[in-house]
């Protein structure tokens, strides 16, 4: 069965630099989530889209921002980036959710180092 | 409005038991569970909804108490590939997104 695919898998940037991350959710699901993990942490939300429009937003500083085009690809851009944003940043999809959250599925995930 | 998870971690032998509880301070819709693996994304396991109705896994259950907004993640005859960090996801109602708890680390040893 189809996943979700992240891409790129790894990343290591300078600080200051900008880095953009993408996701493409299992066909036919229209809401994607996006979730930071530091190590040994729990992963933390920071948006989600659903048809293409900003569903909820999470911790997400101001130096990050994210879309979801019209063929439910995401896009999550970071710019400005500092040592803490150093993470694992996994893509979710799921089903049609308007109003509520179904079964997310979780991507492979980015590994970002920020050096 | 994280919710809390106990116990944080729990060591038991193959074929052994386990129970992992979250429990929130806000009126919930729906709790999920993941088990997550060093390295690895999240993998999904069950998913428990206000009213009752629940998905799950075939050698791992769940309960959802609605009026005490706990859930409780039920392992039996625990295998070695059960290790892993469970993760307890609560919903809101109206929130488009799932609030994890700290998570349970859990080690199976032969």
């Known amino acids: 069965a189809a996943g979700v695919i992240q891409s790129p898998r790894h990343l290591i940037k300078e600080k200051r630099e900008t880095a953009t991350l993408k996701c493409y959710p299992i066909?036919?699901?229209?809401?994607v989530y996006w979730y930071q993990q530091g190590p040994g942490q729990d992963p933390q939300f920071l948006i989600s889209f659903y048809e293409k429009m900003q569903s909820d937003k999470g911790s997400i500083p101001d130096r990050f921002s994210a879309q979801q085009f019209s063929d439910y690809h995401s896009e999550l851009n970071m710019s400005s980036l500092e040592l803490g944003d150093s993470a694992l940043y996994f893509c979710?999809?799921?089903?049609?959710?308007?109003?509520?959250?179904?079964?997310?599925?979780f991507g492979p995930g980015t590994r970002l180092t920020v050096l | 409005q994280q919710p809390v998870q106990s116990p944080q971690a729990v060591i038991l032998r193959e074929g052994e038991d386990a129970v992992i509880n979250c429990s929130s301070s806000k009126a919930l819709y729906s709790v999920h569970w993941y088990r997550q693996k060093h390295g690895e994304a999240p993998v999904f396991l069950m998913i428990?909804?206000?009213?009752?109705e629940q998905k799950g896994h075939e050698k791992i259950s769940a309960s959802f108490n609605e009026k005490k907004q706990q859930s409780s993640l039920y392992l039996t005859a625990s295998q070695l590939s059960y290790s892993g960090t469970y993760f307890c996801?609560?919903?809101?109602?109206?929130?488009?997104?799932?609030?994890f708890g700290q998570g349970t680390r859990l080690t199976i040893n032969p």
């Open positions: 979710a999809s799921s089903p049609s959710a308007r109003f509520r959250t179904d079964t997310q599925y």
């Open positions: 066909p036919r699901h229209d809401t």
């Open positions: 428990l909804l206000k009213g009752g």
């Open positions: 996801g609560t919903e809101v109602w109206g929130a488009q997104k799932l609030v």
